[in-house]
């Protein structure tokens, strides 16, 4: 379950970051709740996670999808470039990922 729980938080730090950019600083509403609720959700998944896990793992794991998911949702909206070296680093890190929860 902690695994669970911590992909879904990873996911939610894509989200709070990506409301950030959007908030302009904290000028548009929408965009600002979105942060502080995915923020407070992101944040309260990872405590409970590393009530199982250790924290190394977990924030290295949390990080890393909240990064590629954050990279890879602005790649697919336009609004930064990505390209195939971008893409393959990506996935590196996906691939390290995927090595810390083998070696759990």
Do not use: D, Q
């Amino acid at each position: 379950m902690s695994w669970i729980v911590l992909v879904l938080s990873g996911v939610l730090e894509a989200v709070w970051a990506t409301a950030l950019s959007r908030s302009e600083g904290f000028t548009r509403l929408g965009p600002s709740v979105v942060f502080g609720v995915a923020l407070a959700a992101s944040m309260g998944g990872l405590a409970y996670a590393m009530r199982e896990l250790p924290v190394g793992t977990a924030y290295a794991v949390w990080v890393a999808i909240g990064a590629v998911g954050t990279v890879l949702w602005a790649g697919m909206t336009g609004a930064e470039p990505l390209s195939v070296v971008k893409v393959l680093l990506l996935a590196g890190i996906v691939g390290c990922v995927v090595g810390l929860k083998l070696v759990h």
